[in-house]
């Protein structure tokens, strides 16, 4: 098989049974790989209505065509589960080298089932698979975790959070990336699950070696002229853009803006600190950075969203509170926007704003005093409280671009499937960057369509899986072009479209059984107060997304839609 490896691995951590069997061709040819794969396999093995923390419900990590080969920006992995913070069906992406070890290991899909009785992990040397006892990693944090296993391969773990099941814990792999968001680092910790580790030796097979060098070189040559900035500085550089244009969210997304942003951006961090580029596998961009000497020798800087939510989103403008807590949230395997944006929820309810954030992260991470409120979400901590504070949709807490300045956004959010979130169709790129090209961000007239396309383009780039920082300087026309020739099947651009369209709808499907409809599109009531969102606008462009999309008035997936798209 060429691009991808043939073998799905199914491990139930109950009995302690490890099964190998052949990935399927015709669902790897509709849904590509990573993201795709991950739902399909996870939509057909479990019923929407599971507990998210039961033994029950499963955890897939996946990897795609474009693993761990030539392709840039390649070095990314999926993981697969149902959210426990938010209920829906969840996927979340993390790049460093842990997903291309794993594809080295010739895995398309590793699916984790039941829970094992005491701590284990799991070690991956290509054909070498076994669980192995965890009880004197179980307590520890992400590094020390990661130190005690590295000399075996590349690792994904949990830190305390993920133990203690918070809501709102990661899964972090090569210490600092993270499969984000959704909270399924409690999944993972809900089977007794602290860490996998891979070591992997054999390369990806491509089928036309000649026509994916072409395209790896155009891809790479498009990538380098287009991304110098986030070279430079991270998405950090985003930072006094965003505050700038009067979309940086402030004090709980009661302002758009903060006086001192410079305080806490790229910028200043560039100016203040010694600081070096670190680049996942195959990546020529660099975003993450690393800072080099003085007191916070060895820490990550900061990604813009945390920068944000720790920052201007609690009215913080000290950057060196933002390090530690930085630090802190991957040590302990937390969602930053999440943990960020409750704590501004937290400071609103309480009238007045957070100047310790170190002893509230470690709070959250220990699952201890205010830390067990704080750790299930805003949602929740505004429900506990009787106070419509919570800055979310679908349950997710929404990330640093103030939707009443992004129409488009506005929109994407609400009709994420995952809840509000920025990376189901990131328009800002086109409102705010120009890319692909400039529009108008204080108008939903066309913005409908444009997201639809947006969201479906994504869900095929996760499945390839690529970094999204691709999609900004290379056309889908690479994409499906890079898929053709590593796998042999040939895709048309409307094909490899179609492809992230029918993930789409898939994910749409489980929501709905789960109990999510039309009536969950939608924003905090903040966003339409005081001058804000015209709430009209918005149900019309809603229903304008709806009829794009072939949905019903309920916003759920049509017979025609389904059997169009060949999920029935």
Known sequence: MHGWTG?????????????????????????????????????????ADIDPLSPENILIFTTGPLTGTRAPLSGRHVMVSKSPLTGTIFDSSSGGFFGKELKFASVDALIIKGAADEPVYISIQDDDIRINNANDLWGKNVRQCTDQLS?????????????????????????????????????????????????????????????????????????????????????????????????????????????????VSGEFI???????????????????????SGAFEGYEVPEYETLWSFGPDNNNSDIGSIIKVNRMCNDYGIDTIS???????????????????????????????????????????????????????????????DPRGLMGMALAYATSNRGGCHMRAYMAGPEVLGKPKKVDRLTFSGKAQLVKIEQDETASIDSLVLCKFASFSVPKEIFA??????????????????????????????????????????????????????????????DEYCLQRGWDESGAPTERKLRELGII
């Open 7 to 47: 073998k799905n691995v199914i491990i139930d951590l109950t009995d302690g049974k490890i099964i190998e069997n052949n990935s399927d061709l015709n669902e790897l040819r509709s849904y590509i790989g990573g993201r795709g794969l991950g739902v399909k396999l996870y939509y057909d093995l479990v019923t």
């Open 151 to 263: 000399g075996k391969g590349h690792v994904a773990c949990i830190g305390r959070a993920g133990e203690r099941l918070v809501p709102i814990a990661n899964v972090m792999n090569d210490y600092f990336h993270a499969c984000g968001r959704g909270g399924l680092g409690a999944v993972m910790g809900s089977k007794k699950l602290k860490a996998i580790v891979v070591k992997g030796t054999r390369k990806t097979v491509i089928a036309d070696e000649e026509r994916f060098e072409k395209g790896c070189k155009e891809a790479s040559n498009l990538i380098k002229k287009g991304s110098s900035g986030l070279s430079t500085y991270g998405t950090s550089a985003l930072l006094n853009l965003m505050n700038y244009q009067k979309i940086l969210p402030a004090g709980n997304f009661r302002k758009n803006e903060f006086n001192n942003a410079s305080m």
């Open 270 to 292: 560039k100016e203040n600190y010694d600081i070096k580029g670190h680049a996942c596998y195959n990546c020529t961009i660099a975003c993450k950075h690393i800072i080099k």
């Open 339 to 401: 943990a960020g944006s409750t704590i501004a929820a937290y400071a609103e309810i309480m009238g007045e704003d957070v100047k310790e954030f170190t002893e509230l992260v470690k709070k959250i991470g220990d699952n201890a005093g205010v830390g067990k409120e704080l750790g299930n979400g805003s949602k929740a901590l505004s429900n506990s409280r009787g106070k419509d504070v919570s800055m979310q949709c679908k349950g997710l807490e929404l990330p640093g671009y």
């Open 481 to 542: 072009e890079l898929l053709s020739a590593a796998t042999g099947v040939d895709y048309s651009i409307e094909e490899y479209l179609k492809c992230g369209e029918r993930v789409w709808n898939l994910e749409r499907l489980f929501n709905n059984k789960a109990g999510f409809s039309r009536k969950d599109d939608t924003l905090p009531e903040r966003f339409f107060e005081n001058g804000g969102i015209d709430r009209n606008e918005f149900d019309k462009s809603l």
